[in-house]
Each structure stands twice: as structure tokens, then as C-alpha cells.
Nanobody
Framework: QVQLVESGGGLVQPGGSLTLSCVAS????????MSWYRQASGKERELVAV????????NYADSMKGRVIISRDNAKNTVYLQMNSLRPEDTAVYYC?????????WGQGTQVTVSS
């Protein structure tokens, strides 16, 4: 059974940083593409960053490019999203997604609130 458990969200002041974690189980993590998405209230879910399986390639959406870094530790079955210079408009629920063998799986999400 595939499970994705996100953590690390919370309240942060504008300009601050947070690192989100997503621990995966139930599939071969090292061969899966892992992504972070976010969904703000009243808006559609959007891609933030992708970590391709082998080769370490990453891609970033324009919305947070230059302010986030996606990384993974295949030994720990964990993908991270380091977020810097956070803005109020980054407030959203952040979701981890795994894509493996043609299927996509979602975590339950972790809330990030950027406010003073």
C-alpha cells in the first residue's frame, strides 16, 4: 500500500524559510518521480517542483523558481522541499506526489501559512 506522509508545514513570517518532508512507502522510491504541488484556498492545485528518479534531474515551476529546492534521499525514502524568501502568496496546502509505473499517488498535504 502506497503511503506518502508530509510534514514540516506551519506558520512562518514573510521572508522566512521552511523545509517540508515527505516520507514514502509501498513502492520503489528510487525509481519514482517525486513532486511537490500546492493548492491555495479557492485556487487550483499547481506544480511547484519535480525530482525525476534516476539521474537527479529537477524541474521548477515559475511561481517559486529560485526560492525553492527539491531534493531526495533514496536511502530514507524521503523527498524534501526547501523554501526560502517566503511570501504571503505562498500560503497553501503543500502536497507530495509520487508517480510510479504509470500511477500517481498523493499525500494528505501540509499547511504552510506565511503571515506576520
Amino acid at each position: 500500500q502506497v503511503q506518502l506522509v508530509e510534514s514540516g508545514g506551519g506558520l512562518v513570517q514573510p521572508g522566512g524559510s521552511l523545509t517540508l518532508s515527505c516520507v514514502a512507502s509501498g513502492f520503489t522510491f528510487s525509481s519514482a518521480a517525486m513532486s511537490w504541488y500546492r493548492q491555495a484556498s479557492g485556487k487550483e492545485r499547481e506544480l511547484v517542483a519535480v525530482s525525476i528518479s534516476f539521474g537527479g534531474s529537477t524541474n521548477y515551476a515559475d511561481s517559486m523558481k529560485g526560492r525553492v529546492i527539491i531534493s531526495r534521499d533514496n536511502a530514507k525514502n524521503t523527498v524534501y522541499l526547501q523554501m526560502n524568501s517566503l511570501r504571503p502568496e505562498d500560503t497553501a496546502v503543500y502536497y507530495c506526489k509520487a508517480r510510479t509505473r504509470g500511477y500517481g499517488y498523493w499525500g494528505q498535504g501540509t499547511q504552510v501559512t506565511v503571515s506576520s
